[in-house]
Structures are given as C-alpha cells and as structure tokens.
C-alpha cells in the first residue's frame, strides 16, 4: 500500500481548471432561507442555489452543488485507490431474499424502502451492500490467492428515515461511498487488521484534504461485539453525535463506546445504608416508562431504578437471563451488558419473559430472588443506599414485580430478598452510557467532556458475520475450508459537502475550503457588456485554467451590490473584481472571502500569483 504524502494541493494541474460564465449556468440564489431550515448548512445550500428539495429528504443536486460532490468524490478515489482498493458499481435495486439470508430485512424494518415489482417479486433499494457485495464475492473469489481484497463504490443510497432533517445531513436519498475488504486472516500483511488500519490512513488522509476539522472515535462495533470499530466526527456545535473526550490523553469515543474510569465504592460499601422510609406498594397504571412515573408520583428520575431484561445465547451463557439495572436518568449500554457476561445478549422477547416471571414495564431488583437462572449486574450509580451528598439515606423508586405497580423506598439490603454482597447471581458493573463529568477511563483524576459531532465516516471489522451468514468461505493454502473475514468502510458523500458548510460559513454565506470549492475563484465584471471588462476577465480565466484553477465568471447584468451579495453567499475562496477604476490603473481588486472590508487593488501583472497564493497552492 503506499503511503501518500499528507500534503496535497487543493488544485489538480495535470488537467485545465474549468472556466464557466455565470449567465451560461444555473445558480439560483434567493434571498429567503425555506421555512423548514434551522441548520446553517441546509439554509445556505438552498440559498446558494447548490440543491433543492424535492420531497421530505431528497433533493436535487444543481450545478454547483453537483461540482462539490464531485470533487468530494474524486479525494475519495484517489484515496481509495492509493489504499489498494477497485472501483465497482453495484445495484440500488436488489432482490430482498438477499437480506432474509442474513436477518436483515426484519432489523432494517421500516428503515428499507421495499416493494413488489410487477411479477410480485420482492425488492428493495439499498441502504447499504454488505449481502449484496457477499453474493457477487462468493460467486467470483473461489481461491485464496485473490485475497486480499478491497472494494468500493460511490452510490446513490436509501434509507427511509423516520424525521429526515437538515437538508443533506440526513436524507432518504443519499450519495455514499462503502467499501468492503475481504481477508483469510486477521493479522499479517494480507489480514483484517492491516486492511482496516489502512483504511483508517486513508479516511485520515481524506477529510484532511478536504479540509475539514475532525476526529476519529471509537466506536460500539454493533452486535458480533469484540471487534473494532470508529466513526470520523466533523467536529461541529450543531451536529447529532455525542463525541466524549479526555482532556488530558485525546481519547475519544462516542456515548454508546466510551469507557468510564473507576467509580469507587461509596463509603460504607457496596449497597450500604439505612431505608429512607418502610416500603409503599403504589398504584401506577400504565406507567411502563420512567417519565410517565416520575411524572405521576412527582419523583425525579435519579431517585428511579431502571431494570432492563436481556436473554442471553451461546453455550458460554452464565445464565439464562440477564438484568441490568442503572439510576433512571442513564441509560443501560448493551455492549458493556454483553462484555461483561461475556456472551451474546438480546434484549428479551417480552412474551418469553413473561412467562418466565417478569412483570416487564415493572420489573424491581428483587426479581433477581425470584425467577429461575438470572444474573443481575448493578451499575456503581445505583448500587448504593447512601445519598453521598445530602448524608442521608437514598430515596429509591422501582418497579414491584407486578404490573401496574411501584413501590418507594426501596432498600437494597432490606428489600431485595438476598445479600447482595454475597449473592453469586449479582455484581456491580459498569453498563451504562457515559456522560459528560464521569470520571476518565485514560487519566486518573481527569473527567470527560462532551462535544457535538457529525458523522461523516464509520469503518467496521465485521468478521465472519456475513460470511457465515451466507455461507461465503473459500479453501485456504492449507486446503482448508475457511469463512472469509470483512471488513466494511462507509464515508457520507452528500453529509460530508453539508458538514463542510456547518463548520465552516459566516453570517453572509458560505466559505469553502479551497478543495472542495465548486469553484476556485470568482471574477466578477463589473458592467455587464463592456468589451476591456470581458477582455481581462477571459485574459485572467485562461492563465488561472492553465495552473488547474476552477474559475466561475459572474457576467451578469445585476447591480454591484447583487453580485457581492451572491459572492459571499456562494463562497468560492477568492474574488477578482474588474471594475474601471481599478483597470484605468492596470489592476484588479482581489479579495480572499475571509477576508474582511472590500480587498486590494493588486497590479494586474501580479493577479495570478496572488490569487495562488490565496489558494494555499
Ligand atoms: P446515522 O447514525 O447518522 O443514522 P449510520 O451510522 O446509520 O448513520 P452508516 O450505516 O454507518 O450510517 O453509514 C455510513 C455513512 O453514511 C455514515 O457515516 C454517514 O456519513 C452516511 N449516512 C448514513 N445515513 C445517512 C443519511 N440518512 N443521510 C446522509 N448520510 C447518511
Ligand atoms: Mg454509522
């Protein structure tokens, strides 16, 4: 694989720049944001004429915003390529008995856009390609000796999200790139790890030159567990993700993912203290949920414990059920649950547990003495009967194991129907989400901090998941048969031109990093029509297209003030202005769009090469 250096020009001058005049192209800019916009992104994109909404989550993509995506496209490739990957297209529209092979089609649900062609067969538009890639791989790599291997493609996908929001940050319709590695092995030269790792290199490489400001973190790798897994974050105030990060070592990982660092028993141990009153039965029906409780018996939601049942599976399984319970304000993290059992876990089918004694919706800690093969892990969070910080007795609210009711006051060493300190079917553990202020996994002392992310990459090693699934395994050098072992490498193509504007805009448009410009420079001409504007304007075109520059002519008949407005909007990285005054002296006006105030006279001989410079080329 070779290893490229970091430092990449944002212009490609083994080809001409385009040239392109404003008045030949389509850029409808407008003045008024669309009413549904709250994200700067989504206002400005519209504004700037770059897309249009169609219907919930779907838009064009007009000229400019189509050279932005391109050029995303085109870093992507090189990348891909430098990394040892082939391009391929695959289908948007598959046959859904692909995803039955896998169990796809049930946990994809209302997610997959899915209907019956005209013979009533099946189908669905992809809203990703693992089965599919497995399907064209088992039929084709039949030896070890074409492994490994690396495949990718940039394709339009469908997801039929619930609330698509935000313009391109989240569609139904959307341009991703995925790949997806194929191995015998998961270390040396030819295995998932090296390929995985320079995967990582080359998701690095890209959003630096797209010049985006990001972090890679670890990630939850998903339900096959032990594996590994991170997301690229643009590091942005109005993104979706929670991004947790230690202050003092960088580590940094997402809510579900992140570690928490040792939370000490409180004093008095594990589950210590007195009742805070004698235990109260409460009538709460249909009250499943915490907040519905909260809100009918006027508690807050710290003073609530939170149970949820999980069945486990595997012939490893310590027990048959899994109970996990956590303060009422976190949330139970089913990947550390499933870590610290150490075997797979779902969570349980509500009939099946039914039956097996737990009131679901109402389920208390005492149901650990209850029901037949159970294992109860406590969170530190909850597993105390001391208010530390009042110096007084907890005041807990649980469910009663019965439907329809609570109890207050519930007392770990009184009510719980066993010792919980020496009880084999019970343990403290750490299973819920981190949150901001908890203590740091990496630095002692040190706490976390949260921060807003958008996700603009996700990388997988997904194992033998689909292979054994689909029964995709070749004979190894050993002429044993063996599963093939993946990996699989997503990047949002459309979110990454959205996050770009988010992170990187002002309160008059937006302000394009040099590479991923639709554009590179704006000349804008003064008086429409006047033969010495349009003569250097052309002049100043060609000499920037031979140095691989992008240029866009606004030759409009607009007023001047029109045509700054909409220079600012749009964002291209550096404007020329011709105008006679500045030509009578044998110069242009140059301003780079971060610039403040109204730019420099620039002699015309020096035009080019400021412009460059302005480049960063
Ligand atoms: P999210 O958590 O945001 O819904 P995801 O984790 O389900 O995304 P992946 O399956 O990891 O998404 O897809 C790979 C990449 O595709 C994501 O990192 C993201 O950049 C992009 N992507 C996913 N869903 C959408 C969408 N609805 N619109 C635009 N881009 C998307
Ligand atoms: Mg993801």
């Not at 594996?227 to 003092?248: K, Q, R, W």
């Not at 050993?478 to 993946?486: D, N």
């Not at 949002?492 to 448009?509: F, I, K, Q």
Request: one cysteine or more; a negative charge.
């Amino acid at each position: 694989m070779s290893q490229q250096s970091t430092q990449h020009s944002p212009i490609t001058n083994t080809r001409r720049g385009d040239v392109q005049g404003w008045s030949q192209t389509l850029i409808p800019t407008a003045r008024e944001a669309p009413s549904d916009a709250e994200l700067p992104s989504h206002k400005l994109l519209v504004r700037g004429g770059f897309i249009r909404r169609v219907t919930a989550g779907v838009y064009d993509y007009l000229p400019l915003g189509w050279r932005v995506l391109r050029k995303i496209s085109q870093i992507v490739r090189e990348e891909m390529n430098a990394a040892g990957g082939s391009e391929l297209l695959l289908p948007a529209l598959c046959p859904t008995e692909l995803l039955k092979e896998t169990g796809r089609a049930e946990m994809y649900g209302d997610l997959l856009f899915r209907f019956e062609d005209r013979h009533g067969r099946d189908s669905y538009l992809g809203p990703t390609h693992e089965e599919v890639i497995v399907e064209m791989a088992r039929g084709s790599i039949t030896s070890y000796k074409q492994l490994p291997l690396n495949l990718y493609q940039i394709q339009t996908k469908y997801r039929d999200e619930f609330r698509p929001r935000a313009g391109l940050l989240r569609g139904r319709e959307f341009i991703m790139k995925d790949a997806y590695s194929f191995h015998l092995s998961m270390d040396g030269a030819a295995g998932l790890d090296a390929g995985y790792d320079a995967m990582y290199q080359a998701y690095t490489r890209i959003f630096t030159r797209c010049g985006l400001d990001f972090s890679a973190v670890e990630a939850e790798a998903g339900p096959i567990g032990g594996s590994a897994s991170h997301e690229f974050m643009v590091n942005c105030e109005s993104g979706e993700d929670t991004i947790l990060v230690c202050p003092e070592t960088g580590y940094a990982a997402n809510v579900e993912k992140c570690e928490i660092g040792e939370r000490p028993a409180p004093a008095g141990g594990w589950f210590a203290g007195e009742p805070s009153g004698d235990l109260d039965r409460v009538h709460t029906p249909d009250c499943p949920g915490i907040a519905d409780v909260c809100k009918l018996l006027k508690v807050k939601t710290p003073h609530m414990l939170k149970t949820v049942v999980f069945q486990t599976s595997g012939e490893n399984a310590p027990a048959k059920w899994v109970v996990a319970v956590v303060r009422g304000d976190q949330d139970v993290n089913e990947g550390k649950v499933r870590d610290e059992v150490g075997c797979a876990i779902a969570l349980a089918d509500a009939e099946q547990a039914k039956a097996a004694g737990f009131a679901i919706g109402y389920v208390s800690p005492a149901v650990v003495s209850k029901v037949e093969s159970v294992l109860m892990l406590v969170d530190p969070d909850a597993a105390t009967g001391m208010d530390v910080a009042k110096g007084k007795p907890r005041f807990w609210v649980t469910g009663s194991d019965e439907m329809d009711h609570h109890v207050k006051h519930f007392n770990w060493l009184r009510d719980l129907g066993t010792d919980p300190l020496s009880s084999d079917k019970i343990r403290v553990a750490s299973v819920r989400n981190a949150a901001e202020g908890d203590p740091s996994p990496r630095a002692p002392g040190a706490t976390l901090q949260a921060r807003r992310g958008i996700e603009v990459g996700h990388i997988f090693k997904l194992g033998c998941k689909y292979s054994d699934a689909m029964g995709f395994a070749i004979m190894d050098a050993e002429q044993q048969r063996q599963s093939v072992i993946m990996g699989c490498y997503g990047i949002g193509v459309s979110r990454t031109l959205a996050a770009c504007v988010e992170m990187s805009h002002d309160e008059d448009g937006i302000i394009w990093p040099a590479a991923l410009a639709p554009y590179h420079v704006l000349i804008t001409v003064m008086k429409a029509g006047d033969q010495r504007q349009a003569e250097v304007a052309r002049q100043l075109a060609d000499e920037l297209s031979e140095r691989g520059v992008d240029v866009l002519i606004d030759d409009r008949d607009e007023r001047p003030g029109v045509k700054f407005k909409d220079a600012d909007l749009i964002g291209l990285p550096v404007r020329v202005t011709l105008g006679d005054k500045a030509l009578d002296q044998d110069s242009v006006e140059l301003k780079g769009r971060r610039d403040p105030g109204k730019g420099s006279l620039v002699p015309r001989g020096e035009a080019i090469s400021r412009c460059l410079e302005l480049l960063g080329v």
